[in-house]
Structures are given as structure tokens and as C-alpha cells.
């Protein structure tokens, strides 16, 4: 009895001690690492070896944060710097999150080259900028990030009114791969001499970018606000009209597939109706100088896009026809006339599922003239199709 009331009382004791140690540990202040300078001169120095003007051994800074960015950046300047920069060229140092070995290394440069004196031009920015843009790109209106400030130098060696290179500066243009410099560099030239918002650049942006890819050599030159502006709802209309025969396309699709048993996933459904089963023809019309030969094809439009496209270059409405081909009730065809690198759209030809020709309009909804329909003769000829 006795041993087991001494025994719980030691028992009692080691807990009260182990619960006091436990406080203490909470309460007490752990030693902090010192500043990790080593590794910020490390980091900072690695690759730019001999643009270094200062002996790194000899960096003993008076820092007291233990943030790896900082004092990479501390050691940037330790080591490089003569002159001190912009915000923008040094947050390099700081993150280099989401850019690729090359960016970073140029934009290390770039901050190096502006640091020590040197000249930014003669250092690469030549092949973006002028030398007026160069200097305006080192001396930026207000906070803005490398990019931004490369647009910003751009957009003011444009306008006269520094308000307008500032929202240019707040654009997705600054978003904008450099490779495609040439083209939004007149982009931004244009909405100097027709400033607008930055919400409008922005909408004017995805327009004009699509419009870029589908024709590398697309030029704003002789376009106003006004007729940019009518063109993009235009191209807004047909997004939407591509986005909903799409949505009736994967609905067939998915329909057709549960009366079949399959259970097909959207990745395995085709971007594409089936169409008639018939091959897509050409001939070319005879002529001694190669230069003026003149090739016609016949083309099935098997895409939403196609359609829309068609719709929108002969300024008719075949692309409601999209139901009938989706069903395969019918299918839509091209005639185009190819000639010194140019292709002109000609005819389109409605067929019904017995290869009938139900209707065949040209721009405008026009007959079709009597050399189309010599051409028309002959394509029905090659693939069995019956003229009304």
C-alpha cells in the first residue's frame, strides 16, 4: 500500500516535470540560422563570372533577413551594380517563376549590362527596341514589370501623351510572345494614334491575335476604330455560331454512340461530321505560261469553322445548314479557284444524300456564272453527281 501511494507520487512528479519542459519548449524562442550569404553570392554570380567588379570575398553586408530572394538580390547589386536600376530590371533576382532558362539568362543580362553602365542597346535590346525606346524602357513611367515597361518604351516613342503609353502598358499586349514583335508593335502604334480603354484593347486583343494567326501577314494600315471594331463583333458572331453547331455536332455524336452501346468519352468523339462519301476534286485548266495556270477544286466543309468561314466569305447563310450535315441529310461543298498563290471562293453546293446538286449559289447568293458551271459539269462528271 505504501509502496504503491510512493509510487504514484513519483509518477505524479515525472509528469509535472515532463509538462513544465513541454511549456518551455512552446515558450522559448528557437535560434535562428544566420543569413545564408554564401549562397546569395552563389546564386548571383553563377554564370556572369566575368562581368563580376567587385571581389565577393569581400561582401560582408549588414543584413538581417533570411530571405533567399533579398539577399540574392543584395548580392546582385554587390556584384554588378554601378549605378542603380529600376524595379523592374532587378526583379529577376527576386523571381524568376514561369520563365525559361534563356528569358532568365537575358533578362540577368539586360539588368547587368543597365547596373554596370553599360549600354542596354548593344546588349540585345536592339533587336526589340530603338535606342529612344531603350532609354525610356530603363526610365518607366510609374511601377511596372519588364514586360510592361519593354511596351510602355514602345507605346511613348509613339504617343505624345504619356497617359495613353500607361494603358497601353496594363494591356495583354505586354503579354505577347517578343517573336511576334514586328505585328504588335503596329498594334500598338495604332491605338496611339486611336486611343482607347484599356478594357477595348483588351477585347481588341484576342481579335486581332487570331487574326495574326491565320494570316501572318495581317496589317492594321487604312483600318479605323470604327471598322476594327466592326469586324471583331463579326468575329464574335461567328465564334458563337462555330460554338453552338459544335454543341449540336457532340450532341449527335453522343446520341448515336448510346444507340450504339458505346459510351464514348468527349476526347474520342471526332472534331468533324461524317460527310458524304465522296473524295474532294481538282483540275487544272491548261495553260502554256505556268504563271497564269488556274487550278479548281471542289471541297466538303465537314467542320463548324469551315461553315462559318464559308458563311462569312460568300455573305450567305449556309452555315444553318449545319443540322442536315451533322444528321447527313446533306453535305456542303466549295468550288475555289487557285491561282498565283491566291485561293478565291467561287460556288457553294448544297448535296443532298443522294448526290443530288439542291442548290449551288455564289456570293451573295448569285447564280452561278457560265464558266462555273462548266467547272460544276465537270466535277459532277469525275464523282457521279446529278445537276438539277
Keep these: 500500500m505504501a509502496h504503491s501511494l510512493i509510487q504514484r507520487r513519483r509518477e505524479a512528479e515525472r509528469a509535472r516535470v515532463e509538462a513544465y519542459e513541454l511549456s518551455l519548449r512552446h515558450v522559448s524562442q528557437r535560434t535562428r540560422p544566420p543569413p545564408d550569404f554564401e549562397t546569395a553570392i552563389y546564386e548571383a554570380r553563377r554564370g556572369f ?17 533570411r530571405d533567399a530572394a533579398r539577399l540574392r538580390l543584395a548580392a546582385a547589386r554587390y556584384l554588378f551594380a554601378r549605378y542603380p536600376v529600376a524595379e523592374h530590371l532587378e526583379q529577376i533576382w527576386i523571381d524568376g517563376a514561369g520563365l525559361g532558362a534563356g528569358e532568365i539568362h537575358l533578362r540577368k543580362r539586360w539588368y547587368i549590362a543597365a547596373a554596370g553602365g553599360g549600354s542596354l542597346y548593344t546588349a540585345g535590346a536592339a533587336e526589340w527596341l530603338s535606342r529612344k525606346e531603350v532609354h525610356a524602357f530603363l526610365n518607366p513611367l510609374g511601377s ?29 499586349i505586354t503579354q505577347t510572345p517578343r517573336a511576334q514583335n514586328r505585328f504588335w508593335r503596329e498594334v500598338v502604334r495604332f491605338f496611339c494614334a486611336h486611343p482607347t480603354t484599356v478594357e477595348d484593347m483588351d477585347d481588341f486583343h484576342d481579335y486581332l491575335a487570331d487574326c495574326h494567326r491565320r494570316d501572318p501577314e495581317y496589317t492594321l494600315k487604312g483600318r479605323s476604330l470604327i471598322s476594327l471594331a466592326r469586324q471583331m463583333r463579326e468575329w464574335h458572331r461567328d465564334l458563337d455560331a462555330i460554338a453552338r453547331i459544335e454543341a449540336a455536332r457532340r450532341r449527335a455524336e453522343a446520341a448515336r454512340n448510346r444507340a450504339r452501346g458505346l459510351a464514348a468519352s468527349p476526347e474520342q468523339i471526332e472534331d468533324r461530321w461524317l460527310g458524304a462519301a465522296i473524295a474532294d476534286w481538282s483540275w487544272t485548266k491548261s495553260s502554256k505560261d505556268r504563271a497564269k495556270r488556274e487550278e479548281y477544286v471542289v471541297v466538303q466543309l465537314r467542320t463548324a469553322a469551315d461553315l462559318v468561314a464559308e458563311t462569312r466569305g460568300m455573305r450567305h447563310c449556309v452555315a444553318t445548314y449545319a443540322t442536315k450535315c451533322i444528321a447527313g441529310h446533306a453535305s456542303i461543298w466549295s468550288l475555289r479557284r487557285r491561282a498565283s498563290g491566291d485561293v478565291q471562293r467561287l460556288l457553294t453546293i448544297e448535296l443532298d444524300s443522294r448526290s443530288r446538286a439542291v442548290q449551288v449559289r455564289g456570293f451573295a447568293n448569285r447564280p452561278p456564272l457560265a464558266e462555273e458551271s462548266k467547272i460544276l459539269e465537270r466535277w459532277a462528271q469525275a464523282r457521279g453527281i446529278m445537276l438539277l
Excluded: C, H, L
Design 49 to 65: 563570372e566575368a562581368d563580376i567588379v567587385r571581389d565577393a570575398e569581400a561582401w560582408k553586408p549588414r543584413m538581417k533577413t
Design 144 to 172: 511596372v514589370g519588364f514586360e510592361a515597361a519593354i511596351w510602355q518604351a514602345i507605346a511613348r516613342s509613339y504617343a505624345n501623351d504619356p497617359a495613353i503609353a500607361m494603358r497601353i502598358a496594363r494591356t495583354r
